[in-house]
């Protein structure tokens, strides 16, 4: 178990539809990352936030945005879902930037969305 | 941009040592190379991460020859619970600069009895 909670871990919806996946992240984390895995494209990094702040941005589609609320945790809103939005979605979290080096980064179970 | 490239998938047998190479020929003075393993339907899992030469942990070595353009995972006498994909993930993990943090397509490990 990695600390890092993501629900719900299935989703099920129509093209068109809008959906909210939410990440908490291990204690004492204050970045968190979401990342999309489908079969095409692999895994690709979409947004980071550090303390409630947008850090980067990856390849996050203009349909999707993300948020980190005062308590750390993060929601992704993925909307206008199409067919090839279906993919797991994983957030991960890490402490942030020290001067000891680059933080390790934590992936929860992920949320797998299927749009139909 | 950092593209990686990672053999498609590999075969051992339980007790040998396996090493996995990640090509990164356009990596980033800032960016830092780790590795994940995954089981299928969980999220990727940390495994080693590094910057340059060599680091060792409790499960496994990273080797990172000077030029930095590639690493090679090494694991240890393999056991059939590792069968699983490698990931190798290289990108500005400290202040990810530009969001270029880009995964390898994955190694996809099969352990024999």
């Known amino acids: 178990d990695s600390g890092v909670t993501q629900t719900p871990k299935h989703l099920i919806t129509a093209t068109g539809q809008r959906v909210t996946l939410r990440c908490s992240p291990r204690s004492g984390d204050l970045s968190v990352y979401w990342y999309q895995q489908s079969l095409d494209q692999g895994l690709q990094f979409l947004i980071q936030y550090y303390n409630g702040e947008e850090r980067a941005k990856g390849n996050i589609l203009e349909r999707f945005s993300a948020q980190q609320f005062p308590d750390l945790h993060s929601e992704l809103n993925l909307s206008s879902l199409e067919l090839g939005d279906s993919a797991l979605y994983f957030c991960?979290?890490?402490?942030?930037?020290?001067?000891?080096?680059?933080?390790?980064?934590?992936f929860g179970p992920g949320t797998r969305l299927t749009v139909t | 941009l950092a593209k990686t490239t990672q053999p498609i998938s590999m075969d051992s047998y339980e007790g040998q040592e396996v090493n996995i190479t990640c090509s990164h020929n356009n990596i980033a003075t800032n960016d830092y190379i780790t590795w994940y393993q995954q089981f299928p339907s969980q999220g990727p899992r940390f495994i080693i991460q590094?910057?340059?030469t060599k680091v060792t942990n409790e499960v496994a070595s990273l080797f990172i020859p000077a030029d930095r353009k590639s690493s090679t995972l090494s694991l240890p006498r393999v056991s059939l619970s590792d069968t699983a994909v490698y990931y190798c993930?290289?990108?500005?993990?400290?202040?990810?600069?530009?969001?270029?943090?880009?995964f390898g397509q994955g190694t996809e490990l099969s352990v024999k009895p």
């Open positions: 991960a979290s890490s402490v942030g930037p020290s001067r000891t080096g680059a933080p390790e980064q934590y």
């Open positions: 590094g910057y340059k």
């Open positions: 993930l290289v990108g500005d993990l400290l202040y990810n600069q530009g969001g270029k943090l880009i």
